[in-house]
């Protein structure tokens, strides 16, 4: 099973729960934690885990043949992000705009283009004790993401209960991180920002037809706003966190909940089962 | 004309909370919500739509069922597996148009893209520029652009000091979208091993494209170890720690009540973020005089 841990509004508390989650079931079968925040990857912070492996991950971008290339600008005719230009006797290349597809390559005249790699990231992998632990880091000053959230997810291990960190939103990272899940978990606080952007996050997950749940973090701040949107959705509430001083505490410290807190288990146990019971077409007994 | 970008790298250390304050402090300025992927600084500023644009961004693919043969060859090109059973999925779909060049059959059209919309709106605290982008789409950093562009002419026409942005979180495209050409970057952060460590990446996108910071630490007396550290780190870097904001409920308080924070109260809190504005200010005003 695949399940993404999501939220909409950043700061939720998505990897307090993904790495709670993950370190309560790695003594009830095998897991697998996938970080695909790959601009500010946390959960190695909380799983502390001992990197074995490390692989560059590139995208492919153009590279023109000066000798046959004729300047007839087909390239840029067929590039949907203005990646290429063809200026009198210049081809200019902006890597930062491509994404990748081939098109020019394939469909220049001449055969002028070839595609090089371009590092963009890189893929770590290692194990926290009994998960297995794979993140995706995106270098600093380059722009695109989704191709390294696809290398990671590449490394899913079918033989693992497999738990992946997203980034905050809804867009285009997002989707290809929660992508082909079993079941989403969303992750809100009781607040006008934290309904607002789970409202959008629920409407993107209908979309992908992926079921999900909620988490409420910081139980007891804001208003019970979120709460009722759940119940007229019929989206359940699977489990609620309390704003607590002390959990807070840990947090800044880089302990996972249930490290600091052993008496929490239980409550991350009962979430799985539930989550398995969802993902299977089952309702929850309320 | 100053422009200052709010940005984090880690979400939720407060950026939207203290950028509604700026909004009720400085009196000169064109507010823009660049966070277009999850846009919550209008539910502060309560504001009144004046003009919608709809947004047009990329393309999708379509294949026309009657002219298509099955020969497969669009499924053998896309590198985004957006083609399954000869349907394009057009939540995957990249808009390449690799597929409409090859098909033998022109079987395949793309069609333009709604992507999201963006709207010019006033407040009680002034001009708003938001958006918002569609679910799923494509946060490519254009239409954090698009909205940085119509501040900019806001500020021109009416004569207005700054342009304050709330950024969005991480480091990828939007960020270096809303990042570009900005006279100050700051960066809010929190005490948190997962704070620090974001803050630390977003001020070497700062750094990348030479765009000057200045850091607040939000939430500051969750952890005075963490606090020292970022202080120490900020020292080091040369970079001004222009405020510290302590822990308190009252935030979520204004923010369930539709109010900036210095305007629902007048504590520590208001206090240092009022500090904030005040650096900030004075720094860009130093920075037009140098000029």
């Known amino acids: ?286 | 004309m100053k422009e200052v970008v709010v940005l984090s790298g880690k979400g939720g250390t407060g950026k939207t909370s203290i950028i509604a304050s700026f909004a009720a402090l400085a009196k000169s300025k064109v507010m823009v919500d660049c966070d277009v992927d999850a846009a919550d600084l209008y539910l502060l500023l309560q504001p009144i739509t004046q003009e919608r644009h709809e947004f047009w961004s990329g393309q999708v693919a379509f294949i026309d069922e009657e002219k298509c043969t099955q020969c497969g060859l669009c499924q053998d090109v896309c590198r985004f597996d957006a083609i399954e059973n000869f349907k394009v999925d057009p939540i995957s779909c990249e808009g390449c148009s690799f597929c409409y060049n090859v098909c033998p059959e022109e079987a395949i059209t793309t069609k333009e893209n709604l992507s999201g919309c963006w709207f010019v709106s006033e407040t009680h605290y002034g001009p708003l520029v938001h958006a918002r982008l569609g679910v799923a789409q494509e946060n490519s950093g254009k239409l954090v652009a698009a909205v940085r562009q119509e501040a900019k002419l806001i500020a021109q026409r009416q004569g207005l000091d700054y342009i304050i942005s709330d950024g969005p979180p991480g480091i990828g495209c939007p960020v270096i979208s809303s990042l570009s050409g900005a006279d100050l970057a700051v960066i809010v952060t929190e005490p948190t091993l997962s704070g620090m460590h974001d803050m630390d990446r977003v001020i070497g996108v700062c750094h990348h494209f030479t765009i000057p910071v200045m850091v607040c630490i939000n939430k500051c007396d969750l952890n005075e170890d963490n606090s020292h550290q970022i202080e120490s780190y900020c020292h080091l870097q040369g970079i001004e720690v222009a405020s510290k904001i302590p822990f308190d409920n009252i935030v979520t308080e204004a923010l369930v009540q539709g109010l900036p924070v210095v305007e629902y109260c007048d504590n520590s809190v208001s206090q240092q973020i009022k500090r904030l504005w005040e650096s900030i200010s004075r720094l860009l005003v130093s920075k037009k005089e140098a000029k």
């Open chain 1, 1 to 286: 099973m695949i399940i993404s841990i999501a939220s909409g509004k950043g700061g939720t508390g998505k990897t307090l729960v993904a790495t709670s989650l993950a370190l309560s079931l790695q003594n009830e079968r095998p897991v697998q934690f996938l970080d695909c925040d790959v601009e500010e990857p946390n959960a190695h912070i909380f799983l502390k885990p001992l990197l074995s492996h490390k692989q560059a991950v590139s995208v492919p971008v153009p590279h023109i043949d000066e000798k046959k290339c004729t300047y007839c600008g087909k390239c840029a005719e067929v590039c949907a992000y203005n990646a290429i230009a063809v200026i009198k006797k210049k081809v200019l290349i902006f890597p930062e705009l491509c994404h990748g597809c081939g098109a020019c390559s394939y469909l220049c005249p001449e055969g002028a283009i070839s595609e090089i790699s371009k590092e963009i990231g890189i893929l770590e992998m290692g194990q926290s004790a009994g998960i297995e632990f794979v993140h995706g880091r995106l270098t600093i000053g380059e722009a695109m993401v989704p191709p390294i959230i696809r290398e990671v997810k590449r490394h899913i291990n079918q033989e693992r209960l497999a738990i992946i960190d997203v980034s905050p939103g809804t867009s285009c990272p997002v989707v290809e991180a929660v992508k082909d899940s079993d079941f989403c978990l969303l992750v809100t606080e009781p607040t006008p920002f934290g309904l607002n952007d789970l409202v959008l996050t629920i409407d993107m997950l209908h979309r992908l037809g992926i079921p999900c749940g909620v988490v409420i973090n910081r139980d007891g701040v804001g208003n019970s706003n979120v709460e009722e949107y759940c119940y007229k959705e019929s989206i359940p509430i699977l489990l609620r966190i309390p704003l607590d001083i002390e959990i807070a505490k840990l947090y800044s410290r880089g302990i996972a909940l249930v490290e600091g807190l052993p008496q929490w288990m239980g409550a991350f146990l009962r979430l799985y089962n539930d989550i398995e019971l969802l993902a299977s077409g089952y309702t929850l007994q309320s």
